[in-house]
């Protein structure tokens, strides 16, 4: 498929307020092939994608293949994603359990569903918000029709006590907008669980231009732990603390080896991810981290 064209390029890209210097030439390996930008905002380190076809976007997500839509099991990725979405479900409620003052919730992008399935069964008020009809559809199916719903945060006239963004916070457009209605929708003690892709992480440094995780467009926006907390400081909020997603690494790892074009890096693929939360043991850069967070 052709480039985006370099006229949809801006030379000195604005988004949400963010500007500052191109750091990385990357291409949309997962559907497209077109290529795109990464700059860094010279006030928060926060990394964005340039350009942001955003009245397009809804393009770059039409593929089966686009597994956190679909319950895929059929190729290599998809059961390695299955598996390693169970193991990270039951690390998700005990993280939720330590850190809850109350039992309603609010999953930000819920995907499929399962998640807020698991968090139903044990005793939670759920919600899930998902703007894929697809994703959407299979939700409803999960935990009931009036539980998932596409409406946007600023027309629920409810607060939570826990709202999880799973791999969400780096697609959403209206990334400003978006961390005061989550804010403003939490209760007095609420917390907010964000976890997204790292790419001061080993395997993000060893991948480069490869690196699964940047999966631009749909990733709009790319976080470090010194970014994010820049990030949240504008909005009054702060990180208390941090968790590791160490399956993250090998499922990126072997997207990434598909990428270069390394159809057998599956034992390379592995090698990367064991290195990159070796690493991390010391510096606390894995592949995906949760923040937890509160309002100052």
């Known amino acids: 498929m052709k480039n985006v064209p370099r006229e949809t390029y801006i030379e000195n890209p604005s988004y949400e307020g963010f500007s500052g210097i191109k750091k990385l030439d990357l291409k949309d390996y997962f559907l497209t092939q077109e290529n795109f930008e990464l700059y860094e905002d010279s006030e928060t380190g926060v990394l964005f994608t340039n350009p942001q076809p955003l009245k397009t976007l809804d393009k770059y997500y039409e593929s089966k293949n686009y597994i956190s839509h679909t319950d895929g099991k059929k190729t290599i990725f998809e059961r390695f994603y299955q598996v390693a979405k169970t193991i990270n479900l039951n690390n998700k409620f005990n993280l939720i359990n330590d850190v809850a003052k109350g039992k309603k919730i609010l999953d930000y992008g819920c995907g499929v569903g399962d998640f807020l399935e698991l968090m139903q069964q044990k005793g939670y008020d759920v919600l899930g918000m998902e703007p894929n009809p697809t994703a959407r559809t299979i939700a409803q199916k999960k935990i009931g029709e009036s539980k998932v719903v596409s409406i946007e945060l600023k027309n629920i006239q409810q607060k939570f006590d826990v709202i999880t963004l799973w791999h969400v916070l780096e697609h959403i457009p209206n990334l400003n907008e978006t961390i005061i209605e989550l804010k403003n929708h939490l209760t007095e003690n609420g917390v907010l669980i964000i976890a997204v892709p790292n790419h001061e992480s080993y395997d993000a440094k060893y991948y480069g231009k490869y690196w699964a995780a940047y999966d631009v467009p749909r990733h ?76 100052r």
């Open 220 to 295: 709009l926006w790319h976080f470090s732990k010194n970014s994010m907390e820049k990030l949240l400081d504008n909005f009054g909020m702060k990180i208390e603390n941090i968790n590791p997603m160490k399956l993250d690494s090998f499922y990126v790892s072997l997207l990434s080896e598909k990428y270069k074009g390394n159809k057998l890096g599956y034992l390379s693929a592995i090698r990367v991810a064991l290195k990159s939360n070796y690493f991390a043991k010391s510096n606390g850069e894995y592949s995906s981290l949760i923040y937890t967070i509160k309002a």
